[in-house]
Protein backbone atom coordinates (compact mmCIF):
# COMPACT_ATOMS: atom_id res chain seq x y z
CA UNK A 1 0.00 0.00 0.00
CA UNK A 2 1.28 3.20 -0.61
CA UNK A 3 1.73 6.68 1.30
CA UNK A 4 1.89 9.55 0.58
CA UNK A 5 4.88 11.49 1.01
CA UNK A 6 3.83 13.56 4.14
CA UNK A 7 2.95 10.89 5.90
CA UNK A 8 6.13 9.12 4.59
CA UNK A 9 8.12 12.52 6.22
CA UNK A 10 5.88 12.70 9.16
CA UNK A 11 5.21 9.05 10.67
CA UNK A 12 7.71 7.33 12.61
CA UNK A 13 8.83 3.86 11.18
CA UNK A 14 7.66 1.89 13.96
CA UNK A 15 4.01 3.47 13.14
CA UNK A 16 4.29 2.54 9.57
CA UNK A 17 5.43 -1.10 10.41
CA UNK A 18 2.80 -1.27 12.89
CA UNK A 19 0.35 -1.92 10.19
CA UNK A 20 0.02 -5.10 9.55
CA UNK A 21 -1.33 -6.87 6.38
CA UNK A 22 -4.59 -8.05 8.66
CA UNK A 23 -4.69 -4.39 9.45
CA UNK A 24 -4.60 -3.21 6.10
CA UNK A 25 -7.25 -5.69 4.85
CA UNK A 26 -9.32 -4.73 7.46
CA UNK A 27 -9.61 -1.03 6.86
CA UNK A 28 -9.46 -1.46 3.81
CA UNK A 29 -12.70 -3.90 3.53
CA UNK A 30 -14.28 -0.98 6.50
CA UNK A 31 -13.72 1.91 4.29
CA UNK A 32 -15.48 -0.49 1.66
CA UNK A 33 -18.03 -1.61 4.08
CA UNK A 34 -21.08 -1.86 1.57
CA UNK A 35 -19.22 -3.91 -0.82
CA UNK A 36 -17.67 -7.32 -0.91
CA UNK A 37 -14.60 -7.93 -2.70
CA UNK A 38 -12.15 -10.99 -3.96
CA UNK A 39 -8.76 -11.34 -2.60
CA UNK A 40 -6.90 -10.18 -5.89
CA UNK A 41 -9.22 -6.77 -5.73
CA UNK A 42 -8.31 -6.33 -2.01
CA UNK A 43 -4.46 -7.32 -3.23
CA UNK A 44 -4.59 -5.01 -5.64
CA UNK A 45 -5.85 -2.05 -3.69
CA UNK A 46 -3.68 -2.12 -0.76
CA UNK A 47 -0.71 -3.27 -2.79
CA UNK A 48 1.01 -6.43 -1.61
CA UNK A 49 -0.48 -10.28 -2.84
CA UNK A 50 -2.95 -12.36 -3.25
CA UNK A 51 -1.33 -14.78 -1.12
CA UNK A 52 -1.09 -12.56 2.13
CA UNK A 53 -4.61 -11.07 1.83
CA UNK A 54 -6.00 -14.79 1.34
CA UNK A 55 -3.96 -15.57 4.80
CA UNK A 56 -5.59 -12.53 6.46
CA UNK A 57 -8.58 -13.01 5.51
CA UNK A 58 -8.71 -16.38 6.49
CA UNK A 59 -7.24 -15.24 10.13
CA UNK A 60 -9.59 -12.16 10.57
CA UNK A 61 -12.80 -14.97 9.53
CA UNK A 62 -11.72 -16.81 12.55
CA UNK A 63 -11.52 -13.93 15.02
CA UNK A 64 -15.11 -13.05 13.21
CA UNK A 65 -14.23 -9.58 11.56
CA UNK A 66 -15.11 -10.74 8.34
CA UNK A 67 -17.55 -12.72 6.45
CA UNK A 68 -16.90 -15.32 3.46
CA UNK A 69 -19.63 -15.78 0.52
CA UNK A 70 -18.40 -17.85 -2.25
CA UNK A 71 -15.04 -16.04 -3.75
CA UNK A 72 -16.45 -12.92 -1.92
CA UNK A 73 -15.22 -11.10 1.38
CA UNK A 74 -16.70 -8.32 3.50
CA UNK A 75 -16.33 -6.87 6.72
CA UNK A 76 -18.62 -8.03 9.26
CA UNK A 77 -21.63 -5.76 10.40
CA UNK A 78 -21.56 -6.76 13.77
CA UNK A 79 -19.36 -3.68 15.15
CA UNK A 80 -18.78 -4.23 18.87
CA UNK A 81 -16.22 -6.85 17.27
CA UNK A 82 -14.10 -4.35 16.49
CA UNK A 83 -13.86 -3.17 20.03
CA UNK A 84 -11.13 -5.52 21.09
CA UNK A 85 -9.20 -5.45 17.77
CA UNK A 86 -6.50 -2.84 17.87
CA UNK A 87 -5.64 -3.27 14.44
CA UNK A 88 -8.80 -1.78 12.83
CA UNK A 89 -8.52 1.59 15.02
CA UNK A 90 -5.14 1.88 13.69
CA UNK A 91 -6.18 1.08 10.27
CA UNK A 92 -8.89 3.12 10.48
CA UNK A 93 -6.80 6.10 11.65
CA UNK A 94 -3.99 5.10 8.86
CA UNK A 95 -6.94 5.84 6.04
CA UNK A 96 -8.82 8.61 7.66
CA UNK A 97 -5.32 10.51 7.66
CA UNK A 98 -4.25 9.49 4.07
CA UNK A 99 -8.23 9.92 2.78
CA UNK A 100 -9.85 11.94 4.87
CA UNK A 101 -12.85 11.16 7.41
CA UNK A 102 -16.32 10.30 5.24
CA UNK A 103 -19.09 13.13 5.18
CA UNK A 104 -22.18 11.70 5.42
CA UNK A 105 -23.68 14.20 3.66
CA UNK A 106 -21.72 14.12 0.35
CA UNK A 107 -22.40 10.49 0.18
CA UNK A 108 -25.93 10.93 0.58
CA UNK A 109 -26.04 13.79 -2.30
CA UNK A 110 -24.15 11.43 -4.56
CA UNK A 111 -25.74 7.94 -3.84
CA UNK A 112 -27.94 6.51 -6.47
CA UNK A 113 -32.18 6.95 -5.88
CA UNK A 114 -32.49 3.76 -6.61
CA UNK A 115 -31.07 0.33 -5.06
CA UNK A 116 -28.94 -1.55 -7.51
CA UNK A 117 -30.88 -4.62 -9.04
CA UNK A 118 -29.23 -7.15 -7.33
CA UNK A 119 -30.32 -5.77 -3.90
CA UNK A 120 -33.76 -5.51 -5.43
CA UNK A 121 -33.83 -9.49 -6.34
CA UNK A 122 -33.07 -9.65 -2.49
CA UNK A 123 -36.19 -8.17 -1.09
Known sequence: MSIDRDTFENTSK???EE????DQVLGFLAANKN???KPREIASQIGT???AVSTALSRLKDRDLVE???TYWAITDETERFEGYS???R???LFNEQL???DTESWRKHAPSESHPSVEDEQ
Request: charged share 30%.
Open 49 to 51: DKG
Open 35 to 37: RAF
Open 100 to 102: GTE
Open 91 to 93: ATA
Open 68 to 70: HKA
Open 19 to 22: LSVP
Open 87 to 89: GYE
Open 14 to 16: EEL
